[in-house]
């Protein structure tokens, strides 16, 4: 598998000097600028290669805005993730283990093995019981578990690498290296901030600036890609569906969501807005605040 990696991530660091005066480095910053233009759109662009990846996570860092960093990492995150579910078992161990997870495949069952310590310390940022530790098949100290919670959970570590890596990259730095191509940071960084400004005109009409702010800190906290509690969510969904939101809207929000997936998704919204968890009223949703 050609995915990014820590030692690939170091090896682009020492040489980005030499390689954005050169033909690949154009062709490099060409891609990246494509990959983080759809990124901004909230769009699910392939990074389409390691290079193009590395060199978005610099210019990301000299724009220094966390919502389009996540938004970045979360769609990279979710290549990731198809990548491993395609490939060979060993290699999907080998790319885990690039990942700092430790596993194994057990041919018999066609279970991938997770050490617990690893399979709890990587599902923290993910929501629902099929990865809650009690739900799983734990033997002797390691987790069995099938190639879509595997694939999850590498995705889960990689987002954790790359954003330590992301981090250890200082902002004087990137905009130091990048500084020959400061109007192209400039530019993808108001792209940004400009779409970001018109998804505050929320679907259905409504006026994003008069929700309380617990609704306001949520959707903003979706929009750049934050893995919302339950708890969240489910205010969220009852506030924007007692304010008027129809469900078709209130479900097209979630799709920044980390862990987004459109049938829980819509059976949830409809859960709670037609279930047997009725909606609350807005002025009980508004003390939540």
């Known amino acids: 598998m050609n995915l990014p990696t820590r030692e690939g991530f170091l090896e682009f660091r020492a040489r980005i000097g030499t390689l954005l005066g050169s033909k690949e480095g154009t062709e490099a910053r060409r891609r990246a600028v494509d990959f983080l233009e759809s990124v901004a759109r909230s769009e699910k662009p392939d990074p389409r290669d390691?290079?193009?990846?590395?060199?978005?996570?610099?210019?990301?860092?000299?724009?220094?805005?966390?919502?389009?960093?996540?938004?970045?990492?979360?769609?990279?995150?979710?290549?990731?993730?198809?990548?491993?579910k395609q490939s060979d078992p060993e290699d999907a161990v080998s790319y885990a283990s690039s990942m700092g997870m430790r596993a194994s495949f057990d041919y018999r069952s066609h279970r991938f093995l997770v050490p617990v310590f690893d399979f709890v310390a990587?599902?923290?940022?993910?929501?629902?019981?099929?990865?809650?530790?009690?739900?799983?098949?734990?033997?002797?100290?390691?987790?069995?578990?099938?190639?879509?919670?595997?694939?999850?959970?590498?995705?889960?570590?990689?987002?954790?690498?790359?954003?330590?890596l992301y981090n250890s990259i200082e902002v004087s730095e990137a905009r130091e290296?990048?500084?020959?191509?400061?109007?192209?940071?400039?530019?993808?960084?108001?792209?940004?901030?400009?779409?970001?400004?018109?998804?505050?005109?929320?679907?259905?009409?409504?006026d994003f600036n008069s929700f309380p702010p617990c609704i306001s800190t949520y959707l903003n906290q979706m929009r750049d890609g934050v893995n919302l509690p339950h708890m969240a969510r489910f205010t969220l969904v009852s506030f924007?569906?007692?304010?008027?939101?129809?469900?078709?809207?209130?479900?097209?929000?979630?799709r920044t969501a980390p862990d987004y997936n459109e049938r829980m998704t819509r059976y949830q919204v409809l859960h709670v807005t037609g279930g047997r968890y009725q909606a609350k009223s807005i002025h009980h949703q508004s003390a939540l605040s």
């Open 177 to 206: 290296a990048l500084s020959g191509y400061a109007d192209m940071v400039e530019s993808l960084g108001n792209l940004f901030r400009d779409l970001s400004r018109k998804w505050a005109d929320v679907p259905g009409g409504l």
């Open 50 to 84: 390691s290079d193009t990846f590395y060199l978005s996570l610099w210019i990301l860092r000299a724009i220094d805005e966390q919502g389009f960093t996540t938004r970045a990492l979360n769609t990279a995150r979710d290549h990731v993730e198809s990548a491993v």
């Open 122 to 164: 990587t599902v923290k940022r993910v929501s629902g019981p099929t990865y809650r530790l009690v739900y799983q098949d734990v033997d002797s100290g390691t987790v069995r578990v099938s190639e879509d919670v595997f694939a999850t959970l590498v995705r889960e570590r990689f987002v954790a690498l790359f954003l330590d």
């Open 240 to 254: 924007l569906f007692n304010v008027g939101m129809d469900r078709e809207d209130i479900m097209s929000l979630f």
